[in-house]
């Protein structure tokens, strides 16, 4: 009867503890692009979507911003846009990394002329 209340104790605290594990804790952040059209809204949603801590990104090609849902225990809004200037695109302040910008297609770089798809 001892073991079968230890076991039992044992298991309680086991399921009461596996509920107090919070959830990852989320924020958003905006950040303003260099994207152009929607090859690269394809490369930035992709290329931030294998990032650590990015749970979902959405490019809006008409004013060129891009929102952020991230786990704020695992990055933040400037490695976010570190990674966007990995990509070859401007962020907000950042500014695009150049050898990453210069292997963008020519229409996606910024000397590029606007165009829509």
Same mark, same amino acid.
């Given at each position: #009867? ?20 919070? %959830? %990852? ?11 152009? $059209?929607? #090859? ?15 749970? @979902?990104?959405?490019? @809006? ?9 991230? @786990?704020?225990?695992?990055? @933040? ?29 020519? $229409? ?10």
């Amino acid at each position: #009867m001892k073991k079968l209340i230890s076991i039992l104790t044992i298991l309680l605290t086991i399921s009461t503890l596996t509920f107090a594990i919070e %959830p %990852p804790k989320t924020a958003e952040v905006k950040i303003k692009t260099s994207a152009k $059209c929607g #090859m690269c809204k394809k490369r930035i949603e992709r290329d931030l979507g294998v990032s650590k801590g990015i749970v @979902n990104s959405n490019l @809006n090609l008409d004013d060129k911003v891009v929102t952020i849902t991230y @786990n704020t225990k695992k990055t @933040n809004p400037e490695k976010i846009k570190q990674v966007i200037s990995k990509i070859g695109y401007d962020a907000d302040e950042i500014i695009a990394d150049q050898k990453s910008h210069d292997a963008l297609p020519s $229409c996606c770089q910024k000397t590029a002329a606007a165009h829509k798809d």
